[in-house]
């Protein structure tokens, strides 16, 4: 394989970090992001289900441990090259960053028929942490697939028919201290989730890998 990857935009739009060859049916996806804190996340799961009830909406609810904020995707790949992954968790170690708090007081609808949390305000403290990976990821072959901004927001479930019919809506505030960013595997078809690598926001030191 080439030391320095080059990047395609496959059939569904998606970017992807290519070496030999393209996948036209993808099993595997790269991404940085933030997990819902646990019992946050618990919490989450069952307001979710209350609020699919009561909306009248189908699909399939995000269980607990897969909630997350995205943060940067990496592309859809068939397999995950290893040259890839290595690459990614040497960027995800050169981010320095402090602990800090979100908070999420909307509920909308979002692309794609998800319906997520979101808030007013766009959350400023991720906006910066999350500008502090994008300066990481920029100066590296990852630049092509860092975009120009993000929109914060907790995926809790998929209905393309009837979700883009609900209207926003105020919540009562629901927010974390964010201690870690992580870099996941998702297994795609498969609502399966492999977390590659954890790195402590309060000490990079504590960066470490899931075996």
């Known amino acids: 394989m080439n030391e ?13 970090f290519r070496w030999d060859h393209s996948s036209q049916d993808p099993t595997d996806r790269l991404f940085f992001a933030i997990l819902v ?7 989450l799961a069952s307001r ?3 609020w699919q009830r009561e909306l009248g ?3 399939k609810l995000i269980r607990a441990g897969h909630l997350h904020i995205s943060l ?10 290893k040259p890839l992954v290595d690459a990614a968790c040497s960027a995800g170690s050169l981010v320095q960053a402090r602990a800090f708090d979100v908070s ?9 028929g998800a319906l997520v949390l979101r ?12 500008q502090a990976l994008a300066a990481v990821l920029s100066d590296s072959s990852f630049k092509p697939l860092v975009g120009k901004s993000i929109e914060p927001h907790v995926t809790l479930l998929r209905d393309k028919a009837r979700v883009p019919r609900v209207d926003e809506r105020p919540i009562e505030p629901i927010g974390w201290t964010v201690q870690e960013f992580v870099l996941i595997h998702s297994f795609l ?12 926001l309060n000490s990079q030191d504590d960066a470490h890998a899931v075996m």
């Open 37 to 43: 804190e646990g019992t946050i996340a618990h919490m």
């Open 104 to 112: 999420f007081d909307r509920l909308s609808p979002f692309g794609g």
């Open 119 to 130: 808030r007013s305000d766009g959350v400023p403290a991720l906006q910066a942490f999350w």
């Open 189 to 200: 078809r498969q609502d399966r989730h492999q977390i590659i690598r954890r790195w402590q």
């Open 72 to 81: 940067v995707m990496l592309g859809d790949h068939d397999g995950l090259p």
């Open 4 to 16: 320095q990857p080059w990047f395609g935009i496959g059939r569904n739009g998606q970017a992807f």
């Open 48 to 50: 979710a289900l209350a």
């Open 57 to 59: 909406l189908g699909g």
